[in-house]
């Protein structure tokens, strides 16, 4: 339990850090990297330990590390998607209010 844990701290961290780092943070909220870096990296972390691979001499580092880094690109995907998105339809909401 100890695992998943560390892996939904790291994930939560990494997704505060892709929120700072994104220079349209200001179309979504804070919490969504974090929290879809988080779903993520704690799904994961489950399918891993229950395949088994939390206890195979040689495989424990799957699920410690590839749902951390699951989580991250998770997040990383998300801002780039609604970054684009939400800034597309705001400027389009924009403009027609401007038009009438």
Known sequence: MLSLTIV???????GFIVWANDK???RYGMALPAGVAVTVGALSWIVFI?????Y???LT???WILPMALGAAAAVAAVIYLGRTRE?????RL???LKL
């Open 50 to 54: 229950a395949a088994g691979f939390g």
């Open 8 to 14: 939904v701290l790291v994930t939560a961290a990494a």
């Open 56 to 58: 195979l001499p040689g």
């Open 95 to 97: 403009t027609k209010a």
């Open 61 to 63: 580092w799957i699920p």
């Open 24 to 26: 349209r943070h200001t």
């Open 88 to 92: 597309r339809h705001d400027i389009q």
